[in-house]
């Protein structure tokens, strides 16, 4: 894997950890322990409480992540039909 992974799961961990407790729990810990284990440690990545998640500065890896996450974890299945066509019109 490249760096970015390791950096990407460091973002996604500091991100997660200003998510509300109910949808934290959502995530298999199977799948945290993944990100956690995978963390750069060397990477300094702030996240800002007063910026929203798309105005971190999030490397895409870190939004591939999140999308994932939300995809399987937290859409309801209106969501991941919307979710499906939206990455079908952007495949064309």
Same mark, same amino acid.
């Given at each position: 894997?490249? /760096? ?7 973002? $996604? &961990?500091?991100?997660?950890? !200003? ?10 810990? /199977?799948?945290? #322990?993944?990100?956690?284990? *995978? =963390?750069d #440690? /060397? &990477?300094?990545?702030?996240? !800002?409480e *007063?910026?929203? =998640? &798309?105005?971190?500065? $999030? $490397?895409?890896?870190?939004? !591939? $992540?999140?999308? &994932? =996450?939300?995809? #399987? ?14 990455? =079908? #019109? *952007?495949?064309?």
């Amino acid at each position: 894997m490249n /760096d970015n992974f390791y950096k990407a799961c460091k973002e $996604l &961990y500091i991100c997660l950890k !200003n998510v509300s407790q109910e949808l934290y729990e959502l995530i298999p810990i /199977d799948f945290l #322990n993944m990100i956690i284990e *995978n =963390i750069d #440690n /060397d &990477y300094y990545f702030h996240y !800002n409480e *007063n910026k929203k =998640i &798309y105005e971190q500065g $999030l $490397l895409e890896e870190t939004k !591939n $992540l999140i999308g &994932y =996450i939300y995809y #399987n974890y937290w859409a309801n299945e209106q969501e991941k039909e919307s979710f499906k066509n939206t990455i =079908i #019109n *952007n495949s064309k």
